[in-house]
């Protein structure tokens, strides 16, 4: 997509075009100064690395959130999929005494998920948030039914090496920070430069032009749900290498409120047909940083949620009203 000339000397147009697109820019640098402020220490290698290692598994979730998004979708299963995945990628490590085994379960595990989301959306005809909400419900109670309230832990024999696939370092770069880049990039050249990226954006403009047109927009659909899937089996082996006890009532809870909400502040459009990978990114770093904001102004942790809560909020609200100028 070719972007629209500027006229520098118009100010009002020039703004609308910075509010418009860089929104989610303004937004890290503001919120990114205003940490400075709060604690000069915020700008520390380590504070710095550790948002992105608090950042990276949701991260890796919210990718695939950006996708379903920008098809004018919502996935709300994604903390329940990591649950599962991650409860059951833990038998099969223990079981198999094989990283590459567990590795490969998850992200079969994940893409079978997605699968399972995308068909239903597409050849059942169902709402994709109707679809969701049930197979949230649904994978929650099957890891529940399966570790019987119990966690999932790493065997003894297999602890040492699995932890260091989330907690090792390259150089001192955390291997979580590194594994959120990488996909971040394959996920924005995914988006930016291949006709499925297009299709994704002119499905979630308009579903009816974009059939007219000649795209397959139930396909489209189905393999946007299947690379979410996928994500989040990668998010779940690496939460369980994180963790390695893996509780099935409580892990990944939240995820798919944060990743909506990263997609939200990161300036992609909530009806589809707009949005950035680069915002997602940024978008999970500012909800990082909101959060090391929080704790260093001694705002109670319960109130967190609520924060966050208001942020969607807000971002939707500036969407629409600069939808409607």
């Known amino acids: 997509m070719k ?8 100010k009002k147009e020039l703004w609308h075009e910075i509010t418009n697109n860089y929104s989610h820019w303004l937004s890290f640098v503001f919120l990114f100064v205003v940490a400075i402020v709060v604690s000069p220490a915020f700008l520390s290698w380590s504070n710095l690395t550790n948002l992105f290692v608090q950042g990276a598994i949701v991260g ?3 990718m695939g959130m950006s996708l379903v998004i920008s098809a004018g979708m919502i996935d709300l299963s994604t903390g329940s999929s990591v649950a599962l995945l991650s409860g059951l990628g833990v038998v099969v490590l223990n079981s198999s005494g094989s990283l590459l085994v567990a590795l490969l379960f998850c992200l079969v595990g994940g893409l079978l998920v997605g699968t399972i989301n995308g068909l239903l959306v597409t050849k059942g005809g169902i709402a994709p948030f109707i679809v969701t909400l049930a197979t949230m419900s649904a994978w929650r109670s099957v890891i529940n039914q399966l570790g019987q309230g119990g ?7 297999m602890y040492q090496g699995f932890r260091n696939v989330a907690a090792g370092r390259i150089l001192g770069i955390p291997h979580l920070m590194i594994f959120l ?3 971040s990039v394959i996920t924005a050249l995914l988006m930016s430069k291949t006709k499925f990226g297009r299709y994704v954006y002119a499905v979630g403009s308009n579903q009816q032009a974009a059939r ?3 795209i397959s927009v139930d396909r489209v659909k189905a393999l946007i749900f299947m ?9 779940a082996f690496l939460l369980a290498s994180r963790l390695t006890s893996i509780q099935a009532a409580s892990a990944g809870s939240g995820y798919e409120m944060d990743a909506i909400a990263a997609v939200a502040i990161g300036g992609t459009s909530m009806d589809g047909g707009k949005g950035k990978i680069i915002g997602t990114f940024l978008g999970i ?5 909101i959060h090391t904001v929080l ?17 969607i909020i807000v971002a939707v609200l500036a969407q629409s009203k600069r939808k409607n100028k």
């Open 295 to 311: 704790i260093m102004a001694n705002v109670p942790p319960f109130l967190n949620g609520l924060v966050q809560g208001i942020i």
């Open 227 to 235: 690379y979410a899937g996928t994500l989040y089996g990668l998010a």
């Open 151 to 157: 966690p999932f832990t790493v065997s003894p024999a």
């Open 212 to 214: 007219l047109s000649g």
């Open 3 to 10: 972007h629209p000339i500027i006229d520098f000397s118009n």
């Open 60 to 62: 890796i979730c919210a």
């Open 181 to 183: 880049i990488i996909i």
């Open 285 to 289: 770093l500012m909800l990082r940083i």
